[in-house]
């Protein structure tokens, strides 16, 4: 009888919500509306949007936006848990890559003039999949998520976002969804930078000499920890109030800008196999000749001019002209001392996620979370990035009232489930 009690209780609070929770020693799976039927699903929900471009004045809050929902067979639909920020994010508030952006949300806007807004911003997600395509493989409902929301599609300030499965990874075991989401954004960025372009991977950056500028920022702080796993011997330029942050990451040397002439500094160092540069500006006049001469070396710069030119120029103008200062600044460096200069980009990439998330879990990659801002005080966390010197990732904590909800659930069943226990032992006795 008390079994049964037990079980109803059970079923009737925990009907519609997908989570495992561990308090007290009492495990508890729980569903959060994985059906796959529109019509059993919420229409709309809170997201902070921009409905034009401009200063931090844009962001605007409401609860009115529609639901994403799975339309092609390979997406999933995930339940935002917790969402940062990336200074990419400022520069799309203000009207970055507006242009090219549009286009490769819908390639038949160049045909049109229909409005991009309402636009949500936030480009990483670490959260719960409530909903999958027919052709999805590799998740199910209930599954713990985390991923790189690409900028063409609507962001993670919300509290759903729909991506393919290939956007997409398992969240490392060993990290909350506040610490996971620190990471998709730059991983991915990192990576397409030092891989596609940089040519380092596990098995090929061994005592490899990279310099990384601007290293205590999202990107930095990132990619430090991945190349010294990876056995890469790695110098960092940053601020002298953040060197025990790198070097705590595992940065092998450390040159504070703001300690005299830092291209001096660098000089009298061993020249370098590989170069990230996160400043842009110019940085990259000085920076090539710090590479080793006619040995493969390469210098990636993640500060490009294309989404400028296009925003300028126009679409066509303005793509044409970023292709040709590549071409012109790759030949020139080729020719004049052996060295590749490459521009590194975002790319979304679910199974490189995968791998990230074993290094995650083995210890080699640890979250640096500057700030932590609850999903009401999304501006605030704006301007907090905006202050510069970042010391790590910018967060917010998006489903942080289901959360608590969630906790005082599994609470009380733990709770009834005991004293039912004492119930069944009870009458046990008794008879």
Known sequence: ???????????????????????????????????????????????????????????RYTDEVTVPTVSSPSEVMIKVHAASLNPLDISMRGGYGAKLLKLRRDPMSVMDSDSEFPVILGRDVSGVVVDCGSDVTHFTPGDEVWAAVPPWKQGSLAEFVTLTEYEVSHKPDLMSHTEAASIPYVASTALSALVNAGGLCRDSSSNKRVLITGGSGGVGTFSIQLLKAWGAHVTVTCSQNAEGLVRGLGADEVVDYTAGDVVEQLE??????????????????????????????????????LL???????????????????????????????????????????????????????????????????????????????QGHARGKTVIRVAEKDDRQAEELVQNICTEAAESEQEVQGTAKQH
């Not at 994985?34 to 929900?45: D, E, G, N, T």
């Not at 997201?47 to 471009?53: H, M, P, R």
């Not at 996620?353 to 005080?377: H, M, S, Y």
Request: net charge positive; with cysteine.
């Open 308 to 386: 400028l030119n296009t925003d300028s120029m126009g679409l066509l103008e303005g793509t044409i002209h970023a292709g040709f200062t590549l071409h012109t600044k790759a030949l020139q460096n080729i020719i004049s001392s052996g060295v590749f200069y490459r521009w590194g980009f975002y790319a979304p990439d679910g199974p490189a996620l995968d791998e990230i998330r074993k290094l995650v879990d083995a210890g080699k990659i640890l979250p640096v979370v500057e700030a932590q801002f609850p999903f009401t005080q999304v501006p605030q966390a704006f301007q907090k990035l905006e």
């Open 1 to 59: 009888m008390a079994s049964t009690r037990l079980l109803c209780l059970f079923s009737a609070r925990v009907a519609g919500s997908t989570k495992t929770l561990v308090r007290a020693g009492c495990s508890v799976c729980f569903r959060r509306n994985v059906s796959s039927s529109p019509s059993r699903r919420q229409s709309c929900m809170s997201a902070w949007v921009i409905d034009q471009y401009g200063t931090n004045g844009v962001l």
């Open 268 to 305: 009298n160092m061993e020249k370098f196999d590989v170069i990230l540069d996160n400043v842009g500006g110019d940085t990259e006049q000085w920076a090539v000749g710090l590479l080793k001469p006619w040995s493969g070396a390469k210098y990636i710069t993640l500060v490009t001019p």
